[in-house]
């Protein structure tokens, strides 16, 4: 492309070349052949008066802009829900190349020199990163200390007149500073999730939305280390002309400055069998009555099935799907994976409630206390998975022996707890005699050798009148009790 080219110079290359100055920079692109060399600046005026334009419209509720693809894909491939809320504007590489194209003949090759080298799509005949700019000049022999610290030729114009860094409009970086509800600027890919829930769930107007998945192209690693953001925005912002009194867009030369996001389908109705897989993943049999509740934006739960197997909407669009994973959130929370008894978060409840009701009702229960003696030599000598397999049948036998009105739980590693309700001292020692004995049987079946798999367990009853006493406590020191005294027992707290 060397001598028919068109170069556009992004403006952070003030920093990366740095202490050189521009001059030197453009005058070495144009030693190295290029036949025109521009600042990125146009392009950003372009999408400047385009947002204008929109802006202008007082109806438009929620506008997410974005300059950057990564933001605008992960929207496609993400949340497309938010796809009818992306503004129709091209990113400003992507305008300027076109306008460049129309200026210099449509067949003018254009290279863009910057940082994200994917801004410019495929309006950009090549797109190159500023270090690999400075490996072509280094190739030709240009060394960009030599030249001149003036411009050796006219410099292609370099003032903005409606713009703001990555083509944001003056009038809007105004209105910010003013904390207006028109204007939202996030930065960070984890805040599409939060907008998607506002405009798809809540139907809030956010206003003119700006995004970037990071503090822009200055912020960018191959710039440098975070902590030298401040020198490189100096840097730039010493190199900005004055603004200039009307626009530097030539007359006479139109483009489009629009873009398209949308999902595309292959024309084909998806699969029977991926249109049921969504109805099942919320929740509904695919013969079965659907909700139809219209939350979703479509007439039916089958319409909104298919328009999800064929990839334009999510099931996060879905409310009834999104409270019935909320639900099953819940559910997993108070069920321990691995065992299938209560978690320790139930059988914290759990026991709130049970002294709770028994200071009001006068009514005893007692708490079982129970741990594998030698489970760790389980572990290191047949496998963690022999190990969890134990585990397992430690805690069905555990839910074998009590009631329905009873919890058992995994307190943690080894250890489990029962909670016996309406039950004395003696009573729940009789259980935990039936579970130590049940443990001991489990090593016999599983061909352990003898006293391998066996368990302690300790028993504390909670009575009214111990207001101050606490049972978990108890039940604890009596398992040290049973520990002590040898194991494979079970001991009381009194």
Same mark, same amino acid.
């Given at each position: 492309?060397?001598?028919?080219?068109?170069?556009?110079?992004?403006?952070?290359?003030?920093?990366?070349?740095?202490?050189?100055?521009?001059?030197?920079?453009?005058?070495? #692109?144009?030693?190295?052949?290029?036949?025109?060399?521009?600042?990125?600046?146009?392009?950003?005026?372009?999408?400047?008066?385009?947002?204008?334009?929109?802006?202008?419209?007082?109806?438009?509720?929620?506008?997410?802009?974005?300059?950057?693809?990564?933001?605008?894909?992960?929207?496609?491939?993400?949340?497309?829900?938010?796809?009818?809320?992306?503004?129709?504007?091209?990113?400003?590489?992507?305008?300027?190349?076109?306008?460049?194209?129309?200026?210099?003949?449509? @067949?003018?090759?254009?290279?863009?020199?910057?940082?994200?080298?994917?801004?410019?799509?495929?309006?950009?005949?090549?797109?190159?990163?500023?270090?690999?700019?400075e490996?072509?000049?280094?190739?030709?022999?240009?060394?960009?200390?030599?030249?001149?610290?003036?411009?050796?030729?006219?410099?292609?114009?370099?003032?903005?007149?409606?713009?703001?860094?990555?083509?944001?409009?003056?009038?809007?970086?105004?209105?910010?500073?003013?904390?207006?509800?028109?204007?939202?600027?996030?930065r960070?890919?984890?805040?599409?999730?939060?907008?998607?829930?506002?405009?798809?769930?809540?139907?809030?107007?956010?206003?003119?939305?700006?995004?970037?998945?990071?503090?822009? #192209?200055?912020?960018?690693?191959?710039? @440098?280390?975070?902590?030298?953001?401040?020198?490189?925005?100096?840097?730039?912002?010493?190199?900005?002309?004055?603004? !200039?009194?009307?626009?530097?867009?030539?007359?006479?030369?139109?483009?489009?400055?629009?873009?398209?996001?949308?999902?595309?389908?292959?024309?084909?109705?998806?699969?029977?069998?991926?249109?049921?897989?969504?109805?099942?993943?919320?929740?509904?049999?695919?013969?079965?009555?659907?909700?139809? #509740?219209?939350?979703?934006?479509?007439?039916?739960?089958?319409?909104?099935?298919?328009?999800?197997?064929?990839?334009?909407?999510?099931?996060?669009?879905?409310?009834?799907?999104?409270?019935?994973?909320?639900?099953?959130?819940?559910? !997993?929370?108070?069920?321990d !994976?691995?065992?299938?008894?209560?978690?320790?978060?139930?059988?914290?409840?759990?026991l709130?409630?049970?002294?709770?009701?028994?200071?009001?009702? @006068?009514?005893?229960f007692?708490?079982?206390?129970?741990?594998?003696?030698?489970?760790?030599?389980?572990?290191?000598?047949?496998?963690?998975?022999?190990?969890?397999?134990?585990l397992?049948?430690?805690?069905?036998?555990?839910?074998?022996?009590?009631r329905?009105?009873?919890?058992?739980?995994?307190?943690?590693?080894?250890?489990?707890?029962?909670?016996?309700?309406?039950?004395?001292?003696?009573?729940?020692?009789g259980?935990?005699?039936?579970?130590?004995?049940?443990?001991?049987?489990?090593?016999?079946?599983?061909?352990?050798?003898?006293?391998?798999?066996t368990?302690?367990?300790?028993?504390?009853?909670?009575?009214?009148?111990?207001?101050?006493?606490?049972?978990?406590?108890?039940?604890?020191?009596?398992?040290?009790?049973?520990?002590?005294?040898?194991r494979?027992?079970?001991?009381?707290?009194?």
């Amino acid at each position: 492309m060397g001598g028919e080219a068109v170069l556009i110079l992004s403006v952070e290359s003030a920093a990366h070349f740095y202490p050189a100055t521009p001059e030197q920079v453009v005058n070495a #692109c144009y030693a190295a052949g290029y036949k025109i060399v521009h600042r990125g600046v146009l392009g950003d005026e372009l999408v400047a008066r385009q947002y204008r334009e929109l802006l202008a419209d007082e109806g438009w509720g929620t506008i997410i802009r974005s300059t950057c693809p990564v933001v605008v894909e992960t929207v496609r491939a993400q949340y497309p829900e938010l796809i009818p809320y992306l503004a129709p504007v091209a990113t400003p590489i992507a305008a300027e190349a076109r306008y460049l194209k129309a200026l210099y003949g449509a @067949g003018t090759p254009v290279v863009y020199a910057g940082v994200c080298i994917t801004e410019g799509g495929p309006d950009v005949d090549a797109a190159i990163t500023l270090a690999e700019l400075e490996d072509i000049l280094r190739t030709r022999g240009v060394r960009i200390e030599d030249q001149p610290v003036f411009f050796s030729r006219i410099p292609e114009e370099r003032r903005r007149f409606w713009s703001t860094a990555g083509g944001l409009p003056l009038d809007l970086l105004k209105e910010e500073r003013q904390s207006s509800r028109r204007f939202r600027k996030v930065r960070g890919l984890g805040q599409l999730e939060a907008i998607a829930r506002a405009v798809g769930t809540d139907r809030i107007d956010l206003g003119f939305v700006d995004i970037l998945p990071c503090e822009g #192209c200055l912020d960018h690693p191959l710039l @440098g280390p975070r902590e030298e953001l401040f020198r490189r925005r100096e840097i730039v912002g010493a190199t900005e002309p004055p603004r !200039a009194q009307r626009s530097v867009l030539a007359d006479g030369v139109a483009i489009s400055v629009g873009a398209v996001f949308r999902v595309e389908g292959n024309g084909h109705e998806p699969a029977v069998d991926a249109v049921d897989d969504v109805l099942e993943e919320i929740g509904l049999a695919p013969n079965g009555r659907p909700w139809d #509740c219209g939350a979703c934006g479509y007439g039916t739960c089958r319409e909104f099935a298919v328009a999800a197997a064929q990839g334009r909407t999510t099931l996060k669009s879905c409310p009834p799907y999104l409270e019935r994973q909320a639900s099953l959130a819940h559910q !997993a929370a108070a069920v321990d !994976a691995l065992t299938g008894l209560a978690s320790f978060r139930v059988l914290r409840d759990r026991l709130s409630t049970e002294v709770a009701r028994a200071h009001r009702t @006068g009514e005893r229960f007692a708490v079982l206390f129970m741990d594998l003696d030698n489970f760790k030599q389980v572990n290191d000598k047949f496998g963690h998975e022999a190990g969890n397999a134990v585990l397992k049948s430690a805690a069905q036998e555990c839910g074998a022996h009590i009631r329905t009105t009873d919890v058992a739980g995994r307190y943690g590693g080894d250890e489990f707890v029962i909670v016996l309700v309406g039950t004395g001292q003696e009573g729940a020692r009789g259980v935990g005699e039936k579970v130590r004995a049940a443990v001991q049987a489990i090593g016999e079946r599983l061909g352990y050798p003898e006293g391998l798999v066996t368990a302690s367990i300790g028993v504390a009853e909670h009575r009214p009148d111990r207001e101050n006493e606490d049972v978990l406590v108890a039940a604890d020191r009596a398992l040290y009790r049973a520990k002590a005294a040898g194991r494979n027992q079970v001991a009381t707290g009194e």
